[in-house]
DNA sequence: ACGTCAAAAAAGATGCATCAAGTATCTTAT
DNA sequence: ATAAGATACTTGATGCATCTTTTTTGACGT
């Protein structure tokens, strides 16, 4: 899960990205949540530096933000930056999805499937955690199979950011979060652009629907103190 | 032109992250480029403490990498990756053109005119830096008239990694690379959101047509030493 | 001349001390 | 008992020392 594209020579403080974007993106944390860096580094078992800056790097890609000087915590997400970050998913999952359609070999359709069906058992077993990163997996999969790097990056950073708040959707959401995941792999197997497009684009807006009904009606600025 | 949309309370690391910023969109380093930060550290008039820290934003944004652990360079530009951005550009900026294109008022559209108007001198009187300036300018009010503060700073980062590629591209292409600015416009102040959209995807692909060029001539791991 | 290898210099990573600013706590006067 | 002010603590920012690894460089042999 945790690959990432470029460089990163397994310094400390890349280690500590890394795992502080899987916490991330696992719901590991909630809005309003503080994050202390001699905190971290006594969890970390390191000095405060390579905290620090893993803390930069995360708040560089907005997954966390400054609240005052001294105050880092998990941002809240407004309505109308969560429609925005649906809107670009849709046209950045939706190139993905067409460029897979026409590159996709029946290794990929197999991956696709094999994650698929382990979706369907953690759903029904009603594992949180398993399912929320096996539906990333899935999404993710698409633009590597596009052969689409900078896209997938892009699209990993809205994940950072959409992780806080997508929590406990899932189970809710039940089987329907990745109902739209067949039609994907069927348009992929048929090598047919537009209709793998259309599908990721039904599983953005009909499978994310719990998570904006969450946001819809979470607090904007989450309360003090989790 | 350096508008940060969130946070950076005025730290050194943000100002030294800006600058850099600024030079990186400015064609100011070109590929190949090393980047010492106990130099910049003196340029810059601090300690290396804050350069360190813009340098790993840098890096998290691929707009710089580690080719060694100790060896900080700008990166060379694969066509292939070059191709990738371009075609995200057109699905983000299409987007932002289109949504520009049922909000804009008045205002919005003069504020447009005039950047091309200055543009148009730029290119006339030779200067390259400000026709860079500008060309981005154009390219950044769209999302910024959208209202998509998500999508701007992705295009910022996608910039921020063509910046060192486009140097001198722009003096080559002359007033070529400005005119699918028209149509933009034109489109906008008809409230014409696929017309706007298709300019904008005109530009990128057309007015963008001297920096492939570029890109692919070049060399794709730069020579050592600038 | 050229390539090889070793010593020296360079350079980023890490840790830590200190600073400044904000927060919480405690004291004290009303 | 309450509120205002003072004190101590918390916490990120900055600077700096040190460590390890890389890069450079130059001497040496072919």
Redesign the interface.
Same mark, same amino acid.
């Given at each position: 899960m945790a690959e990432f594209?470029?460089?990163e020579?397994e310094?400390l403080?890349s280690v500590v990205y890394a795992a502080l974007c899987d916490a991330l993106m696992q719901g590991r944390f909630q809005p309003g949540d503080r994050l202390k860096i001699r905190d971290l580094a006594e969890q970390f078992g390191t000095s405060v530096t390579p905290i620090?800056?893993a803390i #930069?790097?995360l708040?560089?890609?907005?997954a966390i933000?400054?609240r005052s000087?001294r105050d880092i915590r998990i941002p809240g997400m407004a309505e109308?930056?969560y429609r925005?970050?649906r809107?670009?998913r849709i046209?950045?999952e939706?190139?993905a999805a067409e460029t897979a359609a026409q590159v996709a070999t029946s290794a990929n359709i197999r991956a696709l499937e094999a994650i698929l069906r382990e979706n369907e058992q953690a759903i029904d077993a009603g594992d949180r955690l398993k399912g929320t990163q096996l539906n990333q997996a899935f999404h993710f999969m698409l633009p590597q199979i596009a052969?689409?790097?900078? #896209?997938n990056?892009?699209l990993r950073r809205?994940w950072l950011q959409m992780g806080p708040h997508i929590s406990d959707a899932y189970i809710e959401g039940g089987r329907a979060m990745i109902d739209h995941h067949y039609p994907v792999i069927e348009a992929l197997k048929r090598h047919d652009p537009a209709a793998a497009s259309m599908a990721i684009v039904d599983d953005i807006l009909l499978g994310g629907k719990p998570i904006l009904e969450r946001i819809v009606h979470g607090e904007e600025r989450p309360a003090r103190r989790a």
């Open positions: 594209t470029t460089l020579h310094n403080n620090r800056d #930069l790097r708040a560089n890609d907005e933000t400054f000087p109308s930056r925005e970050i809107a670009i046209r950045l939706g190139l052969g689409l790097p900078v #896209l990056n892009i809205l």
